[in-house]
């Protein structure tokens, strides 16, 4: 038997409460925030970005999930998953910022990657995309995904290494339009 | 050899990026198109959320909130069979909802309708799909209730479901409507799914669900991606 997959909608402007509740100081649960590395997590990296629509204006009620594998390009690790979910709904900035580590290579001549699902009001299907790192600029010239992007674009997939005095910061804004405007995967 | 595109994601299902009746995604949807690419590790693979991860209210939105008392409304259950495109069970898996209590108004702090909230109610649960890949919750039937996009515009009662199914590839956010709903033919956020695929959002009333003397059964069904990739693999 062959059936059809259930069309997508989207996430509405009320996503709060049902999916990042303690986020946003609901009383009920949910099951995964942008804490996938604790502070005593060797190698802790920050990733902070926004989410600009086609003004260039920051967008508060996106919610961005991101999939990862370990520092030794391992999926599925234990404790966090591997798996973030963040509003912009809660930081003065429309930022999403998550706390995890760098992943490692999963291999297949892949450079170390996460992969980035987006929602938000005004989309009507998630979208998907790939957060790369500035510092790991000879493995993304290797890297078969990047290779399909156009050579002009594919700056929009890579998060901008900055050392602060806190640790290391990943900077990646999502332009869903415009110049500048982030590569989306279908697959 | 590489995954063929059986079990991408099925455009002829799914609404388009750009649909100018729903305002808003004239400024967030993407201008240019989505590029191919094969699916690797990154794209088969994803969180398991299982039975550890829901408490014992969490499917039951008519107990959850409450703090003094019974939420108001109509109390209904909503179940249904959560399957893969061979109609396979995807067993175990985590589905969240989130819904507008019975007047329409939803416990966010951005929603402005004029209509009471309920003290007892907060809206939001989730439960986890059983070996049949079924999953049930109870709740309150949803009201509906105004929005901006257009001169009088109504969403219709729905329930905003998510599922994330064995892989990153299966994730799905949808809403679930109800049968006979008038406002449907008027929602740009329905209208937006191709005509051959709406029915899919739409529930249906089961006597044989309903739990005598207490409350209404509605099924809602749900096909996650996945599944006809097998045959075509190497």
Request: charged content about 20%; aromatic content about 10%.
């Amino acid at each position: 038997m062959v059936t059809k997959q259930t069309p997508s909608q989207t996430v509405g402007p009320y996503f709060a409460y049902g999916l990042t509740a303690q986020q946003y100081h609901y009383p009920n649960g949910q099951i995964a925030d942008g804490t996938l590395a604790d502070d005593k997590m060797p190698g802790r990296v920050r990733i902070i970005g926004r989410v600009l629509d086609g003004d260039g204006q920051p967008i508060p009620d996106a919610m961005v999930e991101i999939w990862q594998a370990d520092s030794d390009g391992r999926y599925g690790w234990a404790g966090a998953r591997g798996f973030g979910r963040q509003g912009t709904g809660t930081d003065a900035e429309s930022r999403f910022i998550f706390d995890t580590v760098k992943p490692g290579s999963i291999g297949g001549g892949q450079a170390p990657h996460l992969t980035v699902i987006l929602f938000m009001r005004g989309l009507l299907t998630h979208l998907y995309t790939r957060i790369y790192f500035s510092d790991d600029a000879e493995a993304n010239r290797a890297d078969p995904v990047l290779a399909a992007v156009p050579a002009d674009r594919r700056h929009s997939l890579v998060a901008r290494r900055e050392e602060t005095a806190n640790g290391i910061v990943y900077h990646f804004d999502i332009h869903m339009q415009g110049e500048g405007e982030t590569v989306f995967f279908d697959f | 050899m590489t995954l063929r595109t059986a079990s991408g994601r099925d455009w002829a299902s799914h609404p388009p990026l750009n649909y100018p009746p729903y305002r808003s995604t004239a400024l967030r949807a993407p201008t240019k198109p989505l590029i191919p690419i094969a699916r690797s590790l990154s794209e088969t693979t994803g969180p398991i959320y299982g039975d550890e991860s829901v408490g014992p209210l969490d499917n039951d939105l008519t107990r959850n909130g409450r703090r003094n008392g019974e939420p108001l409304g109509e109390r209904i259950i909503v179940t249904g069979r959560v399957v893969d495109e061979l109609g396979r069970p995807i067993r175990h898996s985590l589905v969240e909802v989130w819904q507008a209590n019975a007047a329409g108004r939803y416990v966010h702090k951005v929603d402005q309708h004029d209509a009471p909230l309920d003290p007892n109610f907060l809206g939001g649960g989730r439960c986890v799909t059983d070996e049949d890949g079924i999953y049930r919750f109870y709740t309150i039937k949803p009201g509906a209730y105004p929005w901006g996009n257009h001169p009088n515009a109504w969403r219709p009662n729905h329930i905003h479901f998510s599922l994330l199914g064995p892989s990153i590839a299966s994730r799905l956010v949808t809403q679930m409507y109800f049968p006979g709903d008038p406002l449907l033919t008027l929602d740009p956020i329905y209208l937006g799914v191709p005509a051959e695929a709406r029915e899919r959002l739409v529930s249906t009333f089961s006597i044989d669900v309903t739990e005598p003397g207490f409350a209404l059964g509605y099924v809602f069904d749900i096909v996650l991606r996945g599944g006809r990739e097998t045959p075509f693999e190497r």
